[in-house]
């Protein structure tokens, strides 16, 4: 069955970086684009990145562009998000997902990210 | 301020049907599939409906979705406790980015 895994959270300062990873299995990887996706605490559902299905492309939500950078790795069945410069709002709950067609179909658990002093 | 616009909260008893709504533009909802989440905090966001009215296996017919424009609705029929969650409609949008709205609280009375 399809199964996605985060892991890499943690807490961290303002301004440092960190990188997520997400575990892909169950599936052809190399066949499907890759999103991430976070909730900050008390809010709602916030897009954050798209990966095409061979890497080729890239798109950001306004408010991470410049500073994260989504990326993958088919050999290793594996999808990243290095998040530079981070801000206090960067706090969130960080989920990949998988996108079918017109869907975010499967999601991971998500791994808690906190940015603070 | 999410630029699919859903009420924030929604109720109904055990039984009953209630929607919930979500409001776009051309640029999102009219040109794109719709999709709706089931979320409890801490889990996994769940698909309930993809492509504006289809359930994944597994879903019950309970749900329904629809869409008419740049507006979409989730319906859900006999209201079970079991029902009590956050929903969030979701699209693509012409400007490459996904969109979710803001979501919805269920509260089962």
């Known amino acids: 069955q399809v199964q996605l895994v985060e892991s890499g959270g943690g807490v961290v300062q303002p301004g440092t970086s960190l990188r997520l990873s997400c575990a892909a299995s169950?599936?052809?990887?190399?066949?499907?684009?890759m999103h991430w996706v976070r909730q900050a605490p008390g809010q709602g559902l916030e897009w954050v990145a798209v990966?095409?299905?061979?890497?080729?492309?890239?798109y950001y939500a306004d408010s991470v562009k410049g500073r994260f950078t989504i990326s993958r790795d088919t050999s290793k069945n594996t999808l990243f998000l290095q998040m530079n410069s981070l801000r206090v709002e960067d706090t969130a709950v960080y989920y990949c997902?998988?996108?079918?067609?017109?869907?975010?179909?499967?999601w991971g658990q998500g791994t808690l990210v906190t940015v603070s002093s | 301020q999410s630029v699919l616009t859903q009420p924030p909260s929604a109720s109904g008893t055990p039984g009953q049907r209630v929607t919930i709504s979500c409001s776009g533009s051309?640029?999102?909802?009219?040109?794109?599939?719709i999709s709706w989440y089931q979320h409890l905090p801490g889990t996994a966001p769940k698909l309930l409906i993809y492509?504006?009215?289809q359930r994944p296996s597994g879903v019950p017919d309970r749900f329904s979705g629809s869409k008419s424009g740049t507006s979409a609705s989730l319906a859900i029929s006999g209201l079970q406790s079991e029902d009590e969650a956050d929903y969030y409609c979701?699209?693509?949008?012409?400007?490459?980015?996904?969109?979710f709205g803001g979501g919805t609280k269920l509260t089962v009375l």
């Open positions: 169950g599936f052809t990887f190399s066949s499907y684009g």
């Open positions: 997902a998988r996108f079918a067609v017109t869907t975010w179909d499967y």
């Open positions: 979701a699209a693509w949008d012409d400007s490459l980015n996904g969109l």
């Open positions: 990966i095409s299905y061979d890497g080729s492309n890239q």
């Open positions: 051309n640029s999102n909802i009219g040109s794109y599939a």
């Open positions: 492509s504006n009215n």
